[in-house]
């Protein structure tokens, strides 16, 4: 049995959907496929995760590229913007404690303050101190930040229509 180089493939055919951003693509040598002894199930079982992992990973990959592109030409945001923008708009009261936030959108808490900052400048959010605890920071969606996000939404749904899997699509609509 063989496993099939779907791996390095998938993964150069989804980055390149349309993206130049892709310089070093996975290679694997076609004459050489990976052996997988038939008679070991484990062996068998991880290659189908990493296969998983791979397709996923390339998946991933794609749409980010894409969110990037459409994001920043159509709006002037980037995922990590647009991600703290959603996360703000999503949450009572349009605020979010800094440190939370971070944990939220997967970001340093200086990673996000220096994007917090960058959304500041464009009158996108406000930072404001903690009622209870003086050595915290909320983060604030404002108007226009509301109206930013409401706009990149539609553009933000659709790359993601186009580039996550149909399987994961009805997995996430049944609630799997």
């Known amino acids: 049995m063989y496993v099939q180089a779907l ?14 951003r892709y310089d ?5 040598p076609l004459d050489n496929p990976v052996s997988v002894a038939q008679d070991n199930p484990v062996t068998v079982a991880q290659d189908d995760v990493v296969t998983a ?17 459409e994001l920043g030409e159509r709006h002037g ?7 703290v923008l ?34 500041a400048r464009h009158g996108l959010v406000e930072r404001c101190g903690c009622d209870v605890d003086r050595r915290g920071v909320y983060v604030v969606l404002t108007e226009a930040g509301e109206r930013r996000h409401a706009e990149a ?3 933000h749904r659709d790359v993601l ?4 899997p149909a399987s994961m699509l009805s997995a996430a609509s049944s609630g799997r």
């Open 53 to 69: 992992w791979r397709e996923m990973s390339a998946c991933h990959a794609a749409a980010c590229a894409a969110l990037e592109r």
């Open 86 to 119: 959603e996360r703000l708009a999503e949450s009572n009261g349009r605020k979010f404690r800094a440190q939370d936030l971070a944990e939220a959108v997967h970001l340093s808490q200086s990673a996000l303050s220096r994007l917090v900052d960058r959304l």
């Open 161 to 164: 229509a186009r580039h996550l």
């Open 77 to 83: 945001l980037g995922i990590s913007d647009f991600e």
């Open 7 to 20: 791996d390095a493939r998938t993964i150069n055919a989804l980055a390149n959907t349309g993206i130049a």
């Open 24 to 28: 070093s693509l996975v290679s694997v």
């Open 153 to 155: 939404v539609p553009t």
